[in-house]
């Protein structure tokens, strides 16, 4: 894995050149081709263990860090227009792939840790640097406030885990006997903050509309995924501890209903976005905690799609933003008047934000309400709720910003760039071709 890295070495020089920026962008374009083509259909397990020390999770979410942050680069040309210290930011990005990739790539708990914590300062410093508003700052502060403080009890698990073991390998889980309660909540605390479940959530609707478009991306694309990857990974301890996933699926399905309430009555784009993550997110949660075989293969088809999906949105919020001024409603209303090419990809990721078909979130649904009804017929009540707000919610989201009387302040709107729309695609043709490939997911993993 650390041979990979070297690379990357090589790619810090050009963050300061003048032409660096789409030199770079083209580089990670090229670095998720060639790691999409070393599939394990085509090389097989053995050769990809052996060159990036990663299994089919690992696989998947390293590949969505390297399209999400290729996608970043080419949402944020304004901020290289601007010159508003580009290199920076180019720097900021280029050292988040190197600490997600080193996440994902980690086989022992310690390391996991110790990249899972470093991913979130170059996060914190885009929020902070090229953040939209003052309150840029209470935001970062939540950020690091909940994530740090909940990830402690986690490292003293891991030195638990070490003093009884002698060993801090993922694989070495299961061996032991006699974990009590409180290990099982300082492995288990620090991942349900990331993800975030209800309750623990608050700073993730604060960051998302503070930060920059590429923050919000990188936000909803990749770093809500480490708190679900790390749960798949510390699977042994879930098992020895089942009697308690009753607690956190009664959590996340009763947070994910009043999360779609709150949804519903949003006048934010960037906020209403947000809040629709909690409310995925809840139920990725509730999937994994129910530790059967769905569960694990919804919950990970669903964040490889909601990474893209909510990505996309959150590059649709940033265009209206750039050409009004506002995220409000009730001035971003009537934009298919405006800009009807953009009304045609907000419908597209709208619809895929439902669940239609053939989007990639569509399969990942149907694998969780397949977990979570066999896990308890009750729990059919709550996903009936929450499966009518989603669309609800989207639809009010896509009806009230394309439809009706646009404001009467806006007098004049550029129809987009060439760019955005092959943003927008880049995000929408993943989601609905990964579809086909679902039968390898549920055979391998």
Known sequence: MLSFLFPFLFLIPLCFLSGGWWLVHSLFFIISFLFFFTFPCYMGWSSLSYMFGCDYLSYGLILLSFWVCALMIMASEPILRSLYYPGLFLFFIILLVVFLFCTFG?????????????SLIPTVFIILGWG????RLQAGV????????ASLPMLVGIFYVFSSLCSVSFFLLGVKEGFNSLFYFCMVFAFLVSMPMFLVHL???SAHV??????SMILAGVLLKLGGYGLLRVFPVLIKFFNFGVVWVSVSLVGGFLVSLICMRQTDLKSLIAYSSVAHMGIVIGGIMTLNYWGVCGSFTLMIAHGLCSSGLFCLANISYERLGSRSLLINRGLLSLMPSMAFWWFMLSACNMAAPPSLNLLGEVGLLNSLVSWSWVSMLFLVVLSFFSAAYTLYLFSYSQHGVYYSGVYSCSLGYSREFLLLFLHWFPLNLFIMSGDIVMFWL
């Open 106 to 118: 980690s086989l022992s708990l310690f390391s996991f840790y110790l990249f899972f914590e470093s």
């Open 132 to 135: 939209y508003q003052p309150e």
């Open 142 to 149: 939540y950020l690091l406030f909940y994530t740090l403080l």
């Open 203 to 205: 700073w993730l609707p």
């Open 210 to 215: 503070e930060a920059p478009v590429s923050g």
